[in-house]
């Protein structure tokens, strides 16, 4: 079982930056959310919810 796809950080205006990685390290990908994107409140909740200048493991979406 994967623990952690990678890791997340948010900076003091409320932007969560990801930097993930596959198994493997075979593709890696930064992202960035900022408030106010569809997407942003799903990955905040997914995180467990973060608060400025934290930093956090990425844990999978799913598992196989």
Wanted: charged fraction near 25%.
């Amino acid at each position: 079982s994967i623990e952690s796809i990678g890791v997340a950080q948010m900076s003091e205006d409320g932007v969560i930056f990801m930097h993930l990685r596959s198994p493997g390290s075979i593709i890696e990908s930064d992202l960035r959310y900022e408030p106010g994107m569809p997407e942003y409140e799903s990955i905040k909740q997914h995180l467990g919810g973060m608060a400025p200048g934290e930093w956090k493991s990425v844990r999978p979406w799913c598992e196989d």
